[in-house]
């Protein structure tokens, strides 16, 4: 899945359903935390932050300072957020997300097989595979390529553009 994908759907989501955790744009930084994981291949260790066990350390991490330093705990819950939601999107793509990392190096992730299959008469009409199935496969190893932009990112940073002039132009309107 590309980088857009992963900063702009999750984010769009946390604002369309909490608003009230990002008080000023700058807030929106806390999206960095949903790419984070994809450094494990900037490391060349793929898998090693595609885990529930980095997810678990990072978010204390992050619950920890929030605390300490702030005296809150919302934000690391957003970061916390952001990060599981990138192993969420990598596993619907089709992954290897490897859950269990470094107990199990196995990744998971859904394939969608399923085609429509036109016949000769309008009535030929079928549908091959409907279900998703769960696909487990070895981790990819290889650094030499990541995908930073494709449609899904675009889309995604156009539905986050509109949610989040939707809900300023709503504010606008709630206070006139």
């Known amino acids: 899945m590309d980088v857009l994908t992963h900063l702009f759907l999750p984010v769009a989501v946390a604002y369309a359903i909490r ?3 990002f008080p000023s744009p700058r807030y929106f930084a806390l999206a960095i935390f949903a790419i984070l994981p994809d450094f494990d291949k900037l490391l060349g260790i793929p898998g090693l932050l595609h ?12 619950f920890v300072l929030e605390r300490r330093f702030a005296g809150t705990r919302s934000y690391a819950a957003v970061a916390t957020i952001f990060l599981a939601s990138h192993l969420l999107l990598d596993f619907l793509d089709g992954g290897p997300v490897t859950f269990l990392y470094p107990l199990i190096e196995t990744g998971v992730g859904l394939e969608y097989p399923s085609q429509i299959v036109f016949g000769d008469a309008v009535q030929d009409v079928a549908v091959r595979n409907p279900l998703p199935r769960v696909q487990a496969d070895a981790t990819n190893s290889a650094r030499e390529a ?12 156009l539905v986050f553009v509109t949610v989040y002039f939707g809900i300023q132009s709503r504010r606008r309107y709630k206070d006139r």
């Open 146 to 157: 990541y995908s930073l932009v494709n449609g899904y990112g675009i889309l995604s940073a």
């Open 51 to 62: 885990s529930v066990f980095a997810v678990g350390v990072i978010g204390s991490v992050a």
């Open 19 to 21: 608003p009230d955790l």
